[in-house]
């Protein structure tokens, strides 16, 4: 009971059977390494994880440790049991279900302790450890104890069937010995197996850990933006208030004078009507001396002249000048300091590489221009003396090379109706006039192209990226190569941005920008900063 019991504990709780290669959850709850590898891979997408035993829950697939003792207790309980108990061999003439401790050729049966009492004894019933294959421990033609393995037939024979049949010129062994070679061999399998299983889980961890890693920098860049355009929103609402201020300043004073001339007026116009009362009143005498002697008195009136583009003048206008000066100056003065302060400090600021193209390397039907930036086809030849470095094939390298370090330039393809542009190493075959030299057509360069269609091209493998886009054209294309890293990535300058690949490698020798320049081709590559 007690063993049933330990067996219990010892088992997996899916699939029911004692641990093999038992690993543990933090929770505390051991499995099969199989067991929960499989059951976490189901769970794989939904969002979380799960113990399949105490179902606690885990935001990230959780780390698998080895439980090397628990291994080893299972190994050690199992090395203690009979082995019927494992096969599950019971006795031939029990009714009930009792574990076996012998087995008979002859008779073709197993034995519990007390019909092995009842037994025969003589020499013909040959007694072994209890098994399921008895058939297999006889002779295949006389049905004799086997002794022998025929490796041709892959089965038992006895020496009769060795010495009178058909077995003597064929491979065999004593059984003791065949299996003994065959255990070793599959030792030397299993010590293989676990070395690959080992590497298998190095591997596995190995990227796991880079998640982690990738997620950590992930929230660290996430962090270091949303700070950066904190700071952009509060330096900018800083100048918008004030601006804004400023505008208010402006209209404040303007309206200031706008009332004073305004009061100015209001007095003028009630003197006005005053005089106005007063000469009506005059008109109403009949009396002529004194309509004479009060208009001699009435022609001291000062007559005023309304000027109202004077008035505004006077008044003062909304000088926009100052504020587009102002927003200019402060504008350009937080650009300046964004970039120095804040870009340069959390970000890398990646200037163009100076890429040049060299007329060494150009074919005699590729027109090199002046600056060195652009390249076209031409069905003249350029009589260009032969050199190592030149090409037969219609190409061109850039002069300069990169065997280290993060590289970014801007190729303008919009002049092109096909191409193919990328990066070729040092050795790339020259004077070869066929596809071997081309870009992306061996396995020192690596090309992006557009024919019918966008695709890559590496080692003579070529895959469709899209299809072309007639609502997005590719104009203009920037390449950004992280030689440390392995990391070749193209992207398309549009609004926004678009990454179209990224081509992994482990680079072992200098690189160039490359060119393939088409018929009715001309590219060229764009100078500046970032």
């Known amino acids: 009971m007690a063993s049933a019991d330990l067996r219990a504990e010892l088992s997996c709780s899916i699939c029911l059977s004692h641990y093999t290669d038992p690993v543990s959850l933090r929770c505390g709850h051991n499995f099969c390494q ?56 019971f006795c031939t003439y029990c009714d009930s279900s009792v574990p076996a401790t012998k087995s008979c050729l002859q008779c073709e049966a197993s034995f519990c302790d007390k019909h092995l009492r009842k037994h025969n004894k003589s020499a013909e019933h040959i007694l072994m450890e209890p098994t399921v294959f008895l058939m ?36 065999v062994e004593l059984l003791n010995v065949a299996s003994e070679n065959k255990k070793e061999k599959l030792r030397n399998v299993t010590e293989t197996l676990k070395s690959e299983r080992e590497e298998t889980e190095r591997r596995v961890q190995r990227l796991q850990d880079h998640r982690r890693e990738e997620k950590e920098k992930a929230t660290g860049v996430t962090e270091r933006v949303t700070g950066l355009f904190r700071d952009i929103r509060e330096k900018l609402d800083t100048l918008e208030r004030g601006v804004l201020s400023e505008i208010s300043r402006q209209e404040e004073k303007i309206s200031r004078s706008v009332s004073d001339l305004i009061s100015q007026l209001e007095i003028q116009k009630d003197e006005l009507s005053r005089k106005i009362i007063s000469i009506e ?33 006077v008044a003062g206008c909304l000088d926009e000048g100052i504020i587009s000066q102002m927003l200019h100056t402060e504008l350009v003065h937080f650009t300046d300091n964004l970039i120095d302060l804040k870009i340069n400090r959390q970000f890398s600021v990646m200037e163009k590489s100076d890429i040049l193209l ?53 190729v303008d393809v919009s002049k092109a109706e096909k191409w193919l542009i990328g990066v070729a190493g040092h050795s790339i075959k020259r004077k070869m006039d066929g596809y071997e030299s081309f ?13 019918n269609h966008i695709g890559l091209s590496h080692n003579n493998v070529h895959r469709i990226l899209e299809e072309i886009n007639p609502g997005s054209p590719v104009q203009t294309v920037g390449i950004y190569l992280d030689y440390e890293a392995g990391r070749l990535s193209f992207y398309q300058l549009c609004d926004p941005i678009r990454h179209l690949h990224t081509f992994t490698a482990t680079f072992t020798e200098p690189l160039h920008a490359a060119f393939h320049i088409h018929s009715n081709t001309c590219i060229k590559i764009i100078k500046g900063i970032v």
């Open 34 to 89: 199989d067991c929960i590898v499989s059951a976490l891979d189901t769970q794989e997408g939904s969002g979380a994880y799960s113990c399949p035993e105490c179902r606690v829950k885990y935001r990230e697939r959780p780390l698998l440790e080895k439980n090397r003792k628990l291994s080893n207790i299972v190994d050690l309980f199992l090395s203690t049991q009979p082995e019927q108990e494992e096969t599950k061999i």
């Open 136 to 171: 297999d421990k006889k002779g295949t033609i006389y049905e004799k104890v086997a002794k022998y393995y025929c490796f041709e037939d892959s089965s038992t024979i006895c020496m009769s069937c060795w010495v009178a049949g058909d077995h003597r010129t064929h491979h």
């Open 281 to 313: 009143e005059l008109c109403k005498i009949t009396d002529p001396l004194t309509v004479l002697k009060k208009e001699l008195e009435s022609d001291v009136i000062s007559h005023r002249s309304c000027d109202v583009i004077s008035d505004v003048r």
């Open 358 to 410: 060299d007329i060494k390397t150009a074919s005699n039907d590729v027109i090199v221009s002046e600056d060195l930036r652009s390249a076209s086809r031409t069905d003249v030849n350029q009589n260009r003396p032969d050199g190592p470095e030149r090409f037969i094939s219609r190409q061109v390298l850039s002069s300069c090379s990169f065997s280290s370090g993060k590289h970014y330039w801007e």
């Open 439 to 451: 870009i992306g057509y061996n396995d020192k360069s690596w090309g992006l192209y557009r024919k």
